[in-house]
């Protein structure tokens, strides 16, 4: 186990990063319980396919959607990110519906290999027990509904909530047609003033790039919401 990994270690890295994070965000967001987004980055010290400032701009989307928000997110993994999207909503039939095959299948050739080493590390090909489980610890198991299927099937499957979802959150095929095939599959799937957000705009991912450049180009979006990291996020 490499030295960072070490508990002791590994705690105050954690205390050391997010106190610096939670310093900005309050003075920010006072409005914002942050105090329930550290007991949720509590659970996720181990996974790094995340930053503090993108964990906590989702938690912020999921804060500002309107109360009973509903929610659909494209790529959930093991579940951190769903988790924030959860940790901020609000009112009792607020709900995500997370959308994964759970088995890391794509069409992104560097996707592929990224899966394949996760799941060796993981020790299993489904992370699906995985998602339920981080959950359940949270306390949050009745906020998410896991929609395990392909994002093209899914959309159909759930057509009846075309129109109705408040917020939208992409992070699914990282290739520039599963990309681009998501956004013409979900955005239909907002509400006007609803959101859509994107993970890994402007990184090694220029499938994903391409594809938000010409949906903005196209003037399928109404305004910015804002940036973190690698999400940004429009209105429609």
């Known amino acids: 186990m490499a030295f960072k990994h070490w508990p002791l270690v590994r705690d105050a890295r954690f205390s050391l990063k997010i106190g610096r994070y939670l310093r900005g965000a309050r003075k920010r967001r006072p409005d914002l319980d942050w105090d329930e987004f550290r007991r949720v980055a509590r659970r996720f010290t181990l996974d790094d396919m995340g930053s503090f400032p993108e964990r906590g701009f989702l938690y912020q989307l999921a804060a500002d959607a309107p109360r009973d928000a509903q929610v659909v997110e494209i790529g959930s993994w093991v579940g951190a990110s769903t988790c924030f999207l959860a940790a901020g909503l609000k009112g009792p039939a607020a709900k995500i519906h997370a959308v994964d095959n759970f088995q890391g299948l794509s069409q992104c050739g560097e996707d592929v290999a990224a899966y394949q080493k996760q799941f060796r590390k993981l020790g299993t090909q489904s992370t699906l027990d995985l998602f339920r489980g981080n959950f359940a610890a949270l306390g949050l198991t009745g906020r998410a509904e896991a929609v395990v299927s ?17 917020l939208i959150f992409i992070d699914g095929d990282h290739s520039y047609e599963g990309c681009q095939a998501d956004i013409e599959a979900w955005l239909p799937f907002l509400r006007p003033g609803g959101v859509a957000a994107f993970h890994d705009f402007g990184s090694r991912a220029t499938g994903v790039t391409q594809a938000i450049f010409e949906t903005i180009k196209a003037g399928r979006f109404a305004e910015i919401v804002g940036v973190a990291g690698t999400i940004i996020a429009f209105k429609v």
């Not at 392909?150 to 408040?166: K, M, N, V």
Request: aromatic share 0%; proline share 0%; no cysteine.
């Open 150 to 166: 392909d994002s093209r099937a899914a959309a159909q499957s759930l057509a009846a909530r075309r129109g109705a979802i408040d």
